[in-house]
């Protein structure tokens, strides 16, 4: 065994510290000593934040500590709807869609555009898998008060239209559906529920709305920003909504069956990653991450998370400490937590309708 | 040669330190300069021996490591100046000088410059087959053939979120 095998895991760190996507796949494999210390390392477990730089055309990714910078030509005029299992949905100004994974270059276009107008696209099992569906959810501001919901099947060319009247305007919110129970549920703006049956076609209890979900109605208007996600081994599903201007912090669990938030102080050991296109919750790997949540928002170069123990947005470095997520901060509203998506298969299917040809 | 023991040398230079390389070579360094390294800093604390042998640092990779104390000792200099030095002195730099560097700033605890070779070593390794690193950094491939599929086949980066979504 020569000596270079025995680098210190400091050291080992230092350098996984600067190398990203598949020179980390690489990393593991050189020897058992260097895949124990990529096992155990922070980046191992920290989500990215992916957002990007406009005025450098690259795709900035912070892990952990650390930033790394990437190009992808073919993310030019596209905007990320939608993130899972390491892959985004994305969507181009022609409204065409198309999957992209980062972590391994590998994209796959979607037949057909979508129709116009779609607050919400979302999927929720990897596209390579034949489980997988594209749902967009529409609700117009002005005129009919109607949900529109259109779904597309791993290997269809085509969308299913659903049009749904109801009597009370529903805006659906732009934090991303969850898929729970089998059921797809989503937000409107003033933190309703409504659920969506995405198996049963023709049946009258496909879609439900249940208003009224928050206690005290009248804090519904002053939310400002949603977020909906399940935390992993938890049976509930949770939302946080930010209210007012300075962007209070208010986690909920959803009771079922009675469809009502109930407030949340406290997430224990679980830390959240939130953004508008993804969010999610995970039990904290380190002992320090525990009862945070995690925003696409930074302050310097470090990004700001809330801590539910001290009720205050807090910076890395400390430098920030505030009960009001300020001006001082930069938000970045496009951007989205990823986690890294498992090696592809050679022999992976990158069509999503085999029968018709994408291009 | 200058030897501890002869007291005119010692208090005109009081400030200074002889560090020898193992291939013999000496180098006299500023106190100020030697003590940014812990790993000598504890060494000058714990006697009073002026002179210090470095058994595993060769004379070239010790020239490097003192060039670097010296600058960052100099107190005329701005950290704005360091900081390009910094960059000046990992650049162009063959992987095999960086190797030997990050060891022997390992061992005398420079963590500054271990730091920032170790990063330098890490651009180099970027988009390099797993081969290359093996063979750069003389490491024996450790795993058996069907633990390796597996590691390949497996992706220890890739996070199992599946259980967020389908239930």
Known sequence: MSKWADLPGDLLNVILSKIFGKDRHTFSLVCRFWNAVAATSPYRYSPCLMYYLRSKHMWKFYQYNSFFCLSFPELENAEIRCSKHGWLLMSRYDNSLFFFDPFNNRKIELPCKHPLGYTTICFFHPPTSPDCVVVGIATPYFGEVVVKIVVLRHGENKWEVNKYRH??????SRGAPVLHRGLLYFLDVKGNIATFDMSKRDCKLRFVIKFRCLRRRR???????????????????????LMHEERKVNMFKLLEPEMKWELVEDIGDKVLYLSHVSSFGDTAYLKNMENRIYFPRF?????????LSSGKY???????????????????????????????????DLIWCPEVDPA | MVTTDEKGPLTAKKKSVIIRSCDGDEFLVSESAAVLSTSLKKILEEKEDRLIHLSDIDNKTLAMVIAYLSTHADDGLSDDLKRSFDQEFVSGKEFDVLKYLVLATD?????????????????????????????????????????????????????????????
Request: proline residues 3%.
């Open chain 1, 167 to 172: 009597g009370k305007r529903f805006l659906v």
């Open chain 1, 314 to 348: 807090q910076s890395l470095d400390q430098n920030y400490n505030s009960s009001n997520n300020s001006c001082l901060l930069k938000r970045w509203d496009s951007a989205v937590w990823i986690t890294p998506a498992p090696t592809p298969d050679l022999f992976t």
């Open chain 1, 219 to 241: 804090i519904g208007s002053k939310i400002k920003e949603h977020f909906l996600f399940k935390i992993k081994g938890e049976e509930n599903l949770f939302a946080v909504f």
């Open chain 2, 107 to 167: 061992t005398l605890q420079v963590t500054c410059l271990c730091y920032t070779v170790a990063k330098k070593m890490a651009d180099i390794m970027k988009n390099k087959l797993v081969e290359w690193v093996r063979r750069e950094f003389d490491i024996q491939n450790d795993y058996t053939p069907e633990a390796e599929a597996e590691i390949r086949r497996l992706d220890a980066w890739a996070w199992d979120d599946r259980q967020l979504e389908d239930d």
């Open chain 1, 299 to 307: 302050h310097g170069d470090t990004v700001v998370y809330y801590s």
